[in-house]
């Protein structure tokens, strides 16, 4: 077995990339599946991908090392655990700061209010 970098330094690292992934693979992809180019795209927007890696390539470890996302079917790719990718989206929309702000678009109250504001 060939000895091989973990996919990510360290969980901060995996945090800031993963989590602004599950976060939009969940919110604007409306699920959990999502294109490989739409990965490659949304990967090339975060930036400052380990090692200075290229997007297929961190893809392609993140998919062969790690197993938090895999190709599913033709062209379409999804976190391999549905609670990877809850976890992830807690984490980022905690640490942007303003939790109600991100949730309130999705929140329902009785009575009719769509929303907290």
Not at 15 to 32: S, T
Not at 44 to 55: C, F, H, T, V
Request: charged residues 25%; aromatic residues 10%; contains cysteine.
């Amino acid at each position: 077995m060939r000895d091989l970098p973990p996919v990510f330094e360290d969980a901060r690292e995996a945090n800031r990339i993963v989590g602004p992934l599950a976060l939009w693979i969940h919110r604007d992809c409306k699920g959990q599946y999502v294109s490989k180019g739409q990965l490659l795209a949304k990967l090339e927007k975060i930036g400052n991908l380990p090692r200075d890696q290229e997007p297929l390539t961190l893809l392609t470890q993140m998919e062969e090392r790690s197993g938090l996302i895999r190709e599913i079917g033709f062209d379409q790719y999804a976190f391999t655990h549905l609670t990877f990718q809850e976890y992830y989206v807690a984490r980022d929309v905690v640490s942007r700061g303003d939790c109600f702000t991100e949730l309130n678009p999705f929140l329902r109250m009785i009575g009719g209010k769509k929303s907290l504001s």
